[in-house]
């Protein structure tokens, strides 16, 4: 036993001393200027979204009771509303889970005064997405212009985007704006109407989008999802140009899918992976403008059970995405951007495993000589310095979420109401560290495994594109909405009925929680 102490502190005061040396000191202060980048970064956003929130009130105390609807009360007039163009939101569904309903309400009664139309596309009637948005829409028929597509199962290109395209094929010949949306958006009732009302101000506009406000659920895989967006959101929260697009929230000029400008559908349709990364690139390929408006900033409630599992398979389909491109400059891009976040995400772990090492070697040095002599050297400062440095990072992360927040409930007054009441510090810390840590790892199997599972799918690359599509009906859930992705089974070829009996009943036991 005491060979093994004196072993371990031997090892301790190694690490120690190699810790002092001029790179780790480098690699230290590398951490603490990263934390604190990202803290100016997060509190550039939080002005923005400050800005749009002061703007707001002094409408509202001008007399100008619907300023989260729009700017000046003249546009709610009806000569105004009648020459707005018509919009079509397209909708690709999976699976059913536990904010849906509640999403989607908020996303059929939107206050856009203009002609609009809902598409709710799923790939069969066998999803239970079918029956709950067929469900409310029999609930609002005579409220709205909505239907559900089915659009068959993909072949060449991701179920999203396939759904997508089948929604743009289907949509009103007359709809000069077509909007995307995922289904985990909870829209604000002016939204459609601010998006559009950009869009025709600025004709030069590509794209418009906005950005997911993830509301954790209280487990540390919600959180870790949490903060791998937040570093994120400061690249929407411009206020206006911006290089970032998020699928989930994408309006576009229609006849750009009609005559398939710069060739989008056909990138998207032959071997398409990811909506968002393939218009980007062509947006940045053509120099064309995406923008993202203050207001565009979005509740995104995550499941009451997300687990870490569905987290890490998350994480694996993001960093999938740098996988797949369009264009050899497309390819730079993403290989840039995997080695720039790798070196960044361990850069930034690496300082805390340091100070780990200098507190241990604090708290042993009273009791081991060798220890002792290694202590003197322990750099303690920037052990210090580094406390500093993510209690910064955390409270401007903190305080751009309580104002996204703050903005959020102003946009949708009479929504649910979100707070911070059951935000985890804790978490958020441990989230950060494991995410960070995780991220080189899932980016390094996504690029030599370059097939991933999603929702019960798994797809594979070649040459940056899908060449093979795999349907295991093996996951139950989508990762983030905890949604359950399939209804009424049918009885499968190639077993006999009381086998398959045997698995149902075997199976029966498990919760319905969410099915309707």
């Not at 991701?158 to 985990?184: R, T």
């Not at 772990?349 to 003197?376: D, F, N, Q, W």
Request: charged share 20%; with cysteine.
């Amino acid at each position: 036993m005491a060979a093994m102490e004196a072993a371990a502190d031997a090892m301790l005061a190694a690490a120690s001393r190699a810790f002092c040396s001029s790179v780790a000191v480098f690699f230290q202060i590398q951490g603490c200027c990263i934390c604190l980048l990202l803290a100016f970064g997060w509190a550039v956003a939080s002005l923005v979204r400050k800005k749009e929130i002061r703007k707001m009130r002094r409408k509202m105390a001008s007399g100008h009771s619907f300023a989260f609807l729009c700017d000046d009360v003249d546009e709610l007039e009806h000569s105004v509303q009648q020459k707005l163009p018509m919009v079509s939101v397209v909708m690709p569904l999976k699976g059913f889970g536990e904010h849906n309903l509640q999403n989607w309400r908020t996303q059929i009664t939107s206050l856009y005064g203009g002609p609009l139309e809902f598409l709710f596309v799923v790939e069969s009637k066998d999803d239970p997405a079918y029956r709950a948005v067929s469900r409310l829409i029999v609930e609002y028929k005579d409220k709205l212009d909505a239907k559900v597509v089915v659009a068959g199962f993909s072949t060449t290109c991701s179920q999203k985007i396939h759904n997508q395209l089948i929604g743009v094929e289907k949509m009103h010949k007359d709809s000069k704006y077509v909007l995307f949306l995922d289904d985990d958006v909870r829209l604000h009732p002016g939204t459609v109407g601010a998006l559009t009302k950009e869009m025709e101000k600025n004709p030069e506009i590509f794209i418009q989008t906005g950005y997911p406000l993830d509301l954790p659920s209280g487990s540390l895989g919600s959180y870790c999802i949490y903060e791998y967006h937040m570093p994120c959101s400061i690249g929407f929260a411009t206020g206006g140009r911006t290089f970032f697009l998020w699928g989930g929230c994408m309006m576009m000029h229609a006849d750009d899918f009609r005559q398939d400008l710069y060739g989008l559908v056909t990138a998207l349709k032959n071997g398409g992976y990811s909506d968002d990364m393939t218009l980007a690139a062509i947006a940045g390929q053509h120099k064309r403008l995406i923008t993202s408006p203050p207001v565009a900033v979005f509740p995104h409630p995550l499941a009451s059970d997300l687990s870490f599992s569905r987290y890490w398979n998350y994480l694996r389909k993001q960093t999938f995405v740098l996988e797949s491109y369009v264009s050899k400059v497309n390819w730079i891009m993403n290989r840039a951007l995997f080695g720039v976040h790798f070196y960044l995400s361990w850069g930034f772990v690496c300082p805390y495993v340091m100070a780990l090492v200098h507190i241990a070697t604090t708290l042993r040095a009273p009791y081991s000589a060798i220890v002792k002599e290694a202590a003197g050297s322990s750099c303690l400062k920037l052990v210090s310095f580094l406390l500093i440095c993510t209690l910064t990072e955390l409270v401007s992360m903190w305080n751009l979420t309580r104002v996204e927040i703050q903005l959020c409930n102003m946009l949708s007054p009479e929504g649910p109401q979100d707070s911070l009441r059951s935000y985890n510090w804790g978490l958020v810390f441990v989230a950060v560290l494991v995410d960070n840590f995780l991220y080189p790892i899932s980016a390094i199997r996504s690029h030599f495994s370059q097939s991933i599972n999603w929702s019960g799918i798994r797809y594979y690359l070649r040459d940056g594109k899908i060449s093979k599509i795999e349907r295991e009906n093996s996951s139950k859930y989508t990762d983030l909405g905890g949604k359950h992705l399939y209804g009424k089974k049918t009885y499968p070829a190639g077993k006999s009925l009381l086998g398959y009996l045997s698995i149902s009943l075997a199976q029966w036991h498990q919760p319905k929680k969410y099915d309707v």
